[in-house]
Nanobody, 116 residues
Framework: QVQLVESGGGLVQTGGSLRLSCAAS??????MGWFRQAPGKEREFVAA????????RYADSVKGRFTISRDNAKNTVYLQMNSLKSEDTAVYYC???????????WGQGTQVTVSS
């Protein structure tokens, strides 16, 4: 059974930084993604990375500010978030699935709050 456990969320001021972690267990993964959901809004894609080769994808709203990376030995994916804005406030989820950039397993989420 696949398990994803996120950590690293919290309260930060505008312009600050946070690093989220997602520890994965249970099977071999092809790719991992980060998504977020703000109050009253739909869940949206943030970033993704392939385990093999490290190809990455980003939403336009976070390009240049967020960086996704992985530690294959630890089965952990990170999301480094810099220059945070109030609109980045959301619950952040990591996800994985049976094929590249396909997601059917989700973590429990971690809250990120950016205050001005």
């Amino acid at each position: 059974q696949v398990q994803l456990v996120e950590s690293g969320g919290g309260l930060v001021q505008t312009g600050g930084s946070l690093r989220l972690s997602c520890a994965a267990s249970g099977r071999t993964f092809t790719s991992m993604g980060w998504f977020r959901q703000a109050p009253g809004k739909e869940r949206e894609f943030v970033a993704a990375i392939l385990w093999s080769g490290g190809t990455t994808r980003y939403a336009d709203s976070v390009k240049g500010r967020f960086t996704i990376s992985r530690d294959n030995a630890k089965n952990t994916v990170y999301l480094q978030m810099n220059s945070l804005k109030s609109e980045d406030t959301a619950v952040y989820y990591c996800a994985t699935g049976p094929a590249n950039f396909v997601y059917d397993v989700w973590g429990q989420g971690t809250q990120v709050t950016v205050s001005s």
